[in-house]
């Protein structure tokens, strides 16, 4: 099946980039979107120079939410571009699309979150499980890694002990006693 790609592309690509839908296909409860960038060029991630010289092109496969309890998958054409600027140490590189995925993910930013707030409810076997059954197809490490990415929260454990703290207020830190070892168990500020 395919259709028009300017509806696809309000539908599933609307304030994501600059990104042209070029081909729509639904096969055996997947749907796979072709698409591509649609900008002239890119900037430079180390100098920020604008480069329109492509070198290469690539193709990567991004897993989406599920679109009508059917599986859905954008294969992404990215472009890589030449730059010859002497004072830059970069000779080639990616055009990116940050708001719809990151460097060398494989899930969109959409699905990202969604298996975070699933990780962080439930994680393992039982996400999984849950991930199952929204049509996300996620396993118990991949939530699990997901919610170890996430930046570490105000409060911490101290030292493996079950103690909290909060590394922001330095008067809330937890004090051991006097009479254990200092190698065991101390809490000390991070650095």
Known sequence: ??????????????????????????????????????VAGAECPDCGRFSDRVHDRYRRRLKDLPLAEQGFVIRLVVRRFIFGAADCPRRTFAERFSRLAAPYARF??????????????LAGRAGARLAAQLGFGAGRMTLLRTV?????LAFRTCAGRGRFRD?????????????????????????
Not at 148 to 152: H, Q, R, Y
């Open 1 to 38: 099946m395919q259709t028009n790609a300017s509806f696809w592309d309000s539908l599933v690509f609307d304030g994501i980039d600059d990104v042209d839908v070029e081909a729509v296909t639904a096969l055996f409860g997947t749907v796979k979107v072709v698409a591509r960038g649609r």
């Open 148 to 152: 170890m990415a996430l930046p570490d």
């Open 167 to 191: 590394p922001s207020r330095p008067d809330l830190f937890h004090r051991l006693d006097q009479r254990r070892r200092p190698s065991r168990g101390r809490c000390v500020p991070d650095a």
């Open 108 to 121: 969109t930013t959409r699905l990202n979150h969604a298996l975070e707030r699933v990780g962080l409810a």
